[in-house]
């Protein structure tokens, strides 16, 4: 119990730096810290540009719903095991790697987040859990094996680690060839942890296994890491070539249609869910893909609303499988003549995922839309609209099994308590987080004017990189 | 394993390895060693003790779990982190004691950083292999 209390305390104070870390950037412009007083580029660097701290932001609010969430949903035994601990040492890897301003500096935050989810999914200790575990590990030291000999690569050509330093180096160099090899390495590694076609089949092999508490903070932000590094290294470090451009595109095109696909087939929600994670990471690539402000302001502020809704939908998950003892929606049913008030609560995260206006994916995709007809990149934008429709057709089976369809017999596992079960103060903890981040994405959706103005305010400094530089690197940089 | 030879040796050398430890964590800052390795020797010395006289005299000696060490570790490590914050320097900027102390030499910030990852060496090591010999 006091685990609990303090996770949920701690969470706490973690959002009120992020809030106040959030207003100092947003009033004063980026931020930086040397630690240790040793100076760039020699020491270790961490930056907080608009889009760190916004990140870091939407990690303090997801942390502390999630630390509700997990309050009400860990069993005990999960929790004797250091579940409440690891799961801080997750959100401590997902800030720092936000406000890394050094690449071997993001490349251990990232293992702190792979050992720390690692831990995370094998907690428990099912059968299910392990080898969704084993899969996941495997992939991912790969993808981190393959960051760490693309610094290797990018170390021995420039000779410095530091981002902004490697910003002006890199531009400096006259034959681009191994610039560019490296510049595929670093898109193979992020691409493996971002779940981008076609290295993303570790993430619908294990995001089900885990409790939905943790399912929530992955589908939440564990991939959108993989992004933000993305995004981070080819607006700062490489500049986008047509070459590099289309490859984003393809991988884009080929991940939204793979995972919306794959999604249509699943019966499982966690794995429906798991696969639009998946979908929805190409609409991201494609923005960054697309190389105009417009649709990278598109791609940012897909990821604010991604973050929020994904795990969102995942306690969803967790909800709809404790009222109904299974996650087949095959099995479930009649949700909304039972629960009508709870129905309405939960159409709000399908329905944001959708995009359906006024509420938080239309925005985005609108941006993402016209920046494709900016630049002139029709077939892409067919691949966004198809995404979107087939999201659409998805959510509305989801919908129409889950809560329309009359609810069949079903044998949930031995000591299953079901939601009418649980204490109040469970149901509370369980119910609260969930309120909370649709009245969020509520918020975003309806007050779309501010976030998209902050979007063009990321895209902006993202697309004009001088000023980091000279934040960074100080007076040396001219 | 419960020879009397190696008995009666570790008694001996388990405080020598523990001073050992202690000398190698204060050498560390300029010359080899530091908080990492001498944290290693002193759980050697808590193995070997292990090894001579069993498992659960050890544990009696130590009085608390092991894994209670690691907390206090990174307490200590983020404090001596954040104390240069006090006089408006960034995070884990060196601060250092003016004058020389006889024995330890130059105290700072660094030597508190030190003692915490020494702590929480002990306190992992000790935890994982205690953990793995109660299975066994």
């Known amino acids: 119990m006091a685990q609990r209390i303090l996770s949920i305390i701690g969470s706490s104070i973690a959002l009120i730096f992020s809030i106040v870390l959030f207003s100092l950037v947003w009033q004063n412009g980026t ?53 409440f601990p690891i799961l801080h040492f997750l959100f401590m890897g997902l800030c720092g ?94 691409g493996i942890k971002s779940a981008v076609f076609p290295l993303y089949f570790w993430l619908p092999a294990s995001y089900h296994t885990p409790p939905h508490a943790v399912a929530a903070i992955f589908g939440g932000l564990l991939t959108k890491v993989g992004v933000y590094a993305m995004i981070r290294v080819f607006t700062l470090i490489f500049t986008l070539d047509p070459f590099l451009e289309n490859v984003l595109m393809g991988v884009a095109m080929l991940t939204l249609f793979s995972g919306a696909v794959g999604a249509l087939v699943q019966r499982n929600l966690q794995k429906i869910f798991s696969y639009l994670i998946i979908c929805h990471i190409g ?30 939908l995942f306690m969803v998950g967790g909800l709809l499988y404790r009222i109904n003892g299974t996650s087949n929606i095959k099995r479930m049913g009649e949700m909304y003549a039972r629960y009508p008030l709870l129905s309405l609560l939960m159409t ?38 198809f995404g979107s429709f087939m999201t659409l057709l998805i959510i509305a089976k989801v919908w129409a099994e889950v809560f329309w369809k009359k609810k069949e017999v079903t044998n949930p596992p031995a000591n299953f308590r079901f939601f009418e079960a649980h204490t109040q103060r469970e149901k509370i903890l369980i119910l609260i987080p969930i309120i909370f981040l649709s009245i969020l994405s509520l918020g975003i959706g309806f007050g779309a004017g501010p976030i998209q103005a902050l979007s063009e305010r990321i895209s902006g400094e993202l697309s004009d990189v001088s000023t980091y530089i000279t934040i960074v690197l100080g007076e040396k940089s001219n | 394993m419960k ?11 388990l405080p020598l390895l523990l001073l050992f430890s202690v000398f190698i964590l204060l050498r560390g800052h300029y010359l080899p060693g530091g908080g990492f390795i001498g944290g290693l020797i002193a759980s050697i010395a808590f193995v070997l ?40 320097l960034p995070f884990m900027t060196g601060l250092w004691y003016d004058e020389a102390i006889p024995v330890i030499g130059m105290i700072g910030s660094a030597l508190f950083f030190d003692i915490g990852v020494y702590l929480v060496v002990i306190g992992v090591t000790l935890t994982i292999i205690f953990t793995i010999s109660e299975s066994a």
């Open chain 2, 49 to 88: 003790h292990a090894f001579a006289n069993g498992l659960e005299n050890t544990k009696s000696l130590l009085r608390t779990h092991p894994g209670f060490l690691m907390p206090v570790g990174l307490t200590l490590a983020v404090i001596s982190g954040l104390a240069p914050g006090i006089f408006g």
């Open chain 1, 97 to 190: 790697s936000f406000l890394a301003g050094d690449i071997f500096n993001l490349y251990v935050w990232f293992e702190i987040i792979i050992i720390s989810s690692f831990v995370l999914l094998t907690i428990g200790g099912e059968k299910a859990q392990i080898e969704g575990a084993v899969k996941y590990f495997t992939l991912n030291i790969l993808a981190s094996v393959i960051f760490l000999t693309a610094i290797a690569v990018l170390y021995g050509i420039t000779g410095t680690l530091n981002m902004a330093d490697l910003s002006l180096k890199i531009a400096a160099i006259e034959d681009k060839t191994l610039v560019n090899i490296c510049a595929m390495i670093f898109f193979v590694g992020f």
């Open chain 1, 348 to 385: 709000v995260p399908l329905f944001s995922l959708v995009g359906i206006p006024p509420l938080s994916g239309f925005w985005p995709k609108l941006s993402l839309i016209m920046g494709g007809l900016e630049t002139g990149n029709y077939v892409l934008i067919g691949f966004i609209l």
């Open chain 1, 283 to 312: 609409f991201m690539v494609a923005g960054l893909g697309m190389g105009s402000t417009l649709a990278l302001t598109g791609a940012i502020f897909y990821m604010i609303h991604d973050i929020v809704v994904k795990a969102n």
């Open chain 2, 3 to 13: 020879t009397l030879i190696l008995r009666t040796a570790s008694n001996y050398l």
């Open chain 1, 31 to 83: 931020m930086v810290i040397q630690a240790g007083n040793w100076e760039a580029p020699y020491g270790i660097t961490m930056v907080s540009d608009t889009l760190s701290a916004t990140l870091v932001l939407l990690t303090g609010i997801l942390g502390l719903a999630i630390s509700v969430f997990a309050a009400g949903s860990i069993v005990n035994a999960r929790a004797r095991f250091g579940f």
